[in-house]
């Protein structure tokens, strides 16, 4: 391998290891999301609404919601963790 090609491999080697390290956590986060907003639905559904479909359903649909827009938020941000403003 030449030096050039080297270097460019070493140069390329941590920003793929931070976006893998960000899909990580946005796919765990989703996961955990989803998995809640189902456990809330059901529990939701056999306790109010008569074992209906609908409050799994909204649960999933929040859960998705919710991951989608902290995955969007560890993407946009500069070190992949939301900041908050003081």
């Known amino acids: 391998m030449s030096?050039?090609?080297q270097a460019q491999l070493q140069?390329?080697?941590p920003s793929r290891s931070i976006l893998n390290d960000k899909w990580d956590v946005v796919l765990s986060n989703m996961l955990v999301k989803t998995g809640?907003?189902?456990g809330v639905g059901v529990v939701g559904s056999v306790?109010?609404?008569k074992r209906r479909a609908f409050p799994v359903w909204l649960g999933i649909g929040f859960?998705?919601?919710r991951g989608y827009a902290e995955?969007?938020?560890i993407f946009r941000s500069a070190a992949g963790l939301r900041s908050v403003k003081a």
Do not use: N
């Open 36 to 38: 809640l907003g189902f």
């Open 63 to 65: 859960g998705l919601g």
């Open 3 to 5: 030096e050039k090609s």
């Open 71 to 73: 995955g969007d938020a």
């Open 11 to 13: 140069v390329a080697a």
């Open 47 to 49: 306790l109010f609404f």
